[in-house]
């Protein structure tokens, strides 16, 4: 039976929405394909209707779910100012949780896949571009942040800023085992990050 371009369309956007899951929780090598279509509910055939190999999914679900993050930072910067909230500080607050420290699936895919991305010629590049996406959000809130600087001082405070970010996630993730030193963790990468933008 032919299937039309509709429930072909919500059949590739339940395998990339599984696929960011899964592999954000277990890592890429860590799924198997039929994992991904299990969860989305499409027989494993199925897949391939979509992607030619997995290693295109990861690239194409990676740079989605950092993509996705960027339109949620942007739902939140909205909730911010109408609750009189610095839009820069809600989102880095929001990243920096010990929810999003011990839960991989709810996190961002740098911390979780940003090491095996960066490994694999087709995976690395499209994560890029999603990283980008991120880096964009921050850049405009450090634009509004700092008028007067330039373009290339914006870019750079944003970069600083997700850097210490990734950077306290996975490392308050390594201190698991010490509660209060992975909190601090937490604590000292949301305060650099807000020193980066401002």
């Given at each position: 039976m032919k299937v039309d371009?509709?429930?072909?369309?919500?059949?590739?956007?339940?395998?990339?929405?599984q696929a960011g899951r899964l592999f954000r929780k277990r890592g890429i090598d860590g799924v198997a394909v039929a994992d991904i279509t299990g969860a989305a509910g499409?027989?494993?055939?199925?897949?391939?209707?979509?992607?030619?190999?997995?290693?295109?999914?990861?690239?194409?679900?990676c740079r989605e779910s950092l993509e996705r993050s960027a339109a949620y930072w942007r739902k939140e910067i909205a909730q911010a100012r109408r609750d009189g909230v610095d839009p820069l500080a809600a989102i880095i607050d929001d990243y920096l949780t010990p929810t999003k420290r011990d839960q991989h699936?709810?996190?961002?895919?740098?911390?979780?896949?940003?090491?095996?991305?960066?490994?694999?010629?087709?995976?690395?590049p499209a994560m890029g571009s999603g990283v980008e996406a991120l880096l964009t959000v921050l850049q405009e809130l450090v634009?509004?942040?700092?008028?007067?600087?330039?373009?290339?001082?914006?870019?750079d405070a944003a970069l600083a800023a997700l850097a210490a970010m990734n950077g306290g996630l996975t490392l308050a993730?390594?201190?698991?085992?010490?509660?209060?030193?992975?909190?601090?963790?937490?604590?000292?990468?949301?305060?650099?990050?807000?020193?980066?933008?401002?």
């Open positions: 371009q509709q429930t072909m369309a919500a059949h590739r956007a339940a395998i990339l929405k499409l027989t494993h055939g199925a897949f391939y209707g979509h992607f030619p190999s997995k290693a295109a999914l990861a690239a194409e679900a699936d709810r996190s961002c895919a740098i911390t979780t896949l940003g090491h095996e991305a960066s490994r694999d010629a087709e995976v690395g634009a509004e942040r700092r008028p007067k600087a330039g373009p290339a001082v914006h870019a993730r390594l201190l698991a085992a010490n509660p209060k030193r992975s909190a601090a963790a937490l604590k000292a990468a949301a305060a650099l990050a807000k020193r980066a933008a401002d």
